[in-house]
């Protein structure tokens, strides 16, 4: 990060002549004893500490955005090479490779051109399978005449090239959009280092900034690239069982399996165990099953950055995910519960018990009466909003 680093420089040398400026305000309010708190009066005891360790974050700031850096990639490295020792058919080395771009000689272009090939193959022969496994059940102990086999050839030739054209779309979109996340936390690193200075001295006025936020944004964005390379395996894993399991029937399984281990060697795990095919589903389900749970998971990528970097910079998890999305709805549910129940006492106020106020000093002089005006009020306003929508 050497042409950050001249950034921060200019930056650090900037915000030393505000830490003056600061030293200079807070001496003025020394001087006049101005109160920061309705009990509590600044002093040279609470002010000199709080600008001598600002002084020290902002000089090591860039130090300390470093270490955070290294300690992301020691983490990660540990993670691919315990996944590496511990679990048949992966290696360390490649996992680490995948991670730090070096994979193949080109790094992530490799996995992509891996994962299309992947998923065109599983396209085709997961639903061929699954339709013949289907029609196989379907008429059991019937011989197909030449012209019904006719017209499920035309409808496969037609089927195929217009859902497996709309299925790479969305393979390519959100790989575009994995890279856009993953470009966009590089540029969320780079400007959180090059204004590092700035945000520690604000940090004397405002709680919102200081050196607590700044490095918590610095890990979420820092947390996004072990988060996706997880998902990422997943997703690959996920879609070479697919075209194994689709191609059993038709195609010698170690073809397939050599071609990704020579794409991906050590990043794909194969297992000729069973597959579990849930109820209600029937057979033939496996080769979709394991191809619906990979594009899952590379097109819940952004989404999962986005929760990632609610939990580590302490804001939760962003509303805009699909777990903040169905807690806003249950949210919704219940408070429409509620004004239902309001509702329904005010169109018969015989359901209404009331407790024995006049034991509360402060409630003694509250009448029935405005009670009722009040459940009235909330009558009216749940006319208004009877009709509820889910947020968008």
Same mark, same amino acid.
């Given at each position: 990060?050497?042409?950050?680093?001249?950034?921060?420089?200019?930056?650090?040398?900037?915000?030393?002549?505000?830490?003056?400026?600061?030293?200079?305000?807070?001496?003025?309010?020394?001087?006049?004893?101005?109160?920061?708190?309705?009990?509590?009066?600044?002093?040279?005891?609470?002010?000199?500490?709080?600008?001598?360790?600002?002084?020290?974050?902002?000089?090591?700031?860039?130090?300390?955005?470093?270490?955070?850096?290294?300690?992301?990639?020691?983490?990660?490295?540990?993670?691919?090479?315990?996944?590496?020792?511990?679990?048949?058919?992966?290696?360390?080395?490649?996992?680490?490779?995948?991670?730090?771009?070096?994979?193949?000689?080109?790094?992530?272009?490799?996995?992509?051109?891996?994962?299309?090939?992947?998923?065109?193959?599983?396209?085709?022969?997961?639903?061929?399978?699954?339709?013949?496994?289907?029609?196989?059940?379907?008429?059991?102990?019937?011989?197909?005449?030449?012209?019904?086999?006719?017209?499920?050839?035309?409808?496969?030739?037609?089927?195929?090239?217009? %859902?497996?054209?709309?299925?790479? /779309?969305?393979? +390519? =979109?959100? &790989?575009? *959009?994995? #890279?856009?996340?993953?470009?966009?936390? @590089?540029?969320?690193?780079?400007?959180?280092?090059?204004?590092?200075?700035?945000?520690?001295?604000?940090?004397?006025?405002?709680?919102?900034?200081?050196?607590?936020?700044?490095?918590?944004?610095?890990?979420?964005?820092?947390?996004?690239?072990?988060?996706?390379?997880?998902?990422?395996?997943?997703?690959?894993?996920?879609?070479?069982?697919?075209?194994?399991?689709?191609?059993?029937?038709?195609?010698?399984?170690?073809?397939?399996?050599?071609?990704?281990?020579?794409?991906?060697?050590?990043?794909?795990?194969?297992?000729?165990?069973?597959?579990?095919?849930?109820?209600?589903?029937?057979?033939?389900?496996?080769?979709? %099953?394991?191809?619906?749970?990979? /594009?899952?998971? +590379? =097109?819940? &990528?952004? *989404?999962? #950055?986005?929760?990632?970097?609610?939990? @580590?910079?302490?804001?939760?998890?962003?509303?805009?995910?699909?777990?903040?999305?169905?807690?806003?709805?249950?949210?919704?549910?219940?408070?429409?519960?509620?004004?239902?129940?309001?509702?329904?006492?005010?169109?018969?106020?015989?359901?209404?018990?009331?407790?024995?106020?006049?034991?509360?000093?402060?409630?003694?002089?509250?009448?029935?009466?405005?009670?009722?005006?009040?459940?009235?009020?909330?009558?009216?306003?749940?006319?208004?909003?009877?009709?509820?929508?889910?947020?968008?």
């Amino acid at each position: 990060m050497g042409v950050v680093q001249d950034w921060w420089i200019t930056i650090r040398n900037l915000t030393y002549g505000f830490v003056v400026l600061v030293a200079l305000y807070y001496s003025f309010l020394i001087m006049f004893r101005m109160k920061i708190s309705p009990q509590a009066v600044i002093s040279i005891e609470s002010a000199i500490p709080k600008l001598v360790i600002a002084v020290l974050l902002i000089t090591f700031s860039y130090a300390i955005a470093g270490f955070a850096v290294d300690l992301m990639y020691v983490i990660t490295g540990i993670f691919a090479y315990t996944i590496g020792a511990t679990s048949q058919g992966f290696y360390g080395t490649a996992i680490w490779s995948l991670f730090v771009g070096t994979l193949g000689g080109f790094g992530w272009t490799v996995y992509v051109v891996a994962y299309i090939i992947m998923t065109i193959v599983a396209i085709v022969f997961a639903l061929i399978s699954f339709i013949f496994s289907s029609l196989t059940n379907l008429l059991a102990g019937v011989v197909l005449g030449a012209a019904i086999g006719g017209v499920l050839m035309a409808i496969l030739s037609t089927m195929l090239p217009i %859902i497996g054209t709309a299925l790479l /779309l969305l393979v +390519l =979109f959100y &790989i575009f *959009k994995t #890279t856009a996340v993953l470009i966009k936390a @590089v540029v969320g690193i780079f400007l959180a280092v090059i204004f590092a200075p700035l945000q520690i001295l604000l940090g004397l006025f405002s709680q919102g900034s200081g050196f607590g936020p700044w490095l918590k944004g610095l890990i979420a964005n820092l947390a996004v690239f072990p988060v996706i390379l997880v998902l990422l395996i997943l997703a690959i894993n996920f879609m070479a069982q697919s075209v194994n399991v689709s191609t059993a029937t038709y195609v010698q399984n170690s073809m397939f399996t050599d071609v990704w281990k020579t794409l991906l060697p050590g990043l794909i795990n194969f297992s000729n165990k069973g597959v579990w095919v849930p109820p209600l589903l029937g057979d033939g389900w496996g080769g979709l %099953i394991f191809m619906g749970a990979s /594009l899952y998971i +590379l =097109f819940m &990528i952004p *989404k999962a #950055t986005e929760i990632a970097k609610g939990i @580590v910079s302490g804001k939760g998890i962003p509303e805009g995910t699909a777990i903040g999305e169905a807690t806003a709805f249950a949210g919704g549910m219940m408070a429409q519960n509620f004004g239902n129940k309001l509702s329904s006492l005010a169109e018969d106020p015989t359901k209404i018990r009331l407790p024995n106020l006049s034991r509360i000093p402060l409630l003694r002089n509250i009448k029935p009466e405005d009670i009722g005006s009040l459940l009235g009020s909330a009558h009216n306003w749940g006319l208004q909003k009877r009709t509820w929508s889910p947020p968008k």
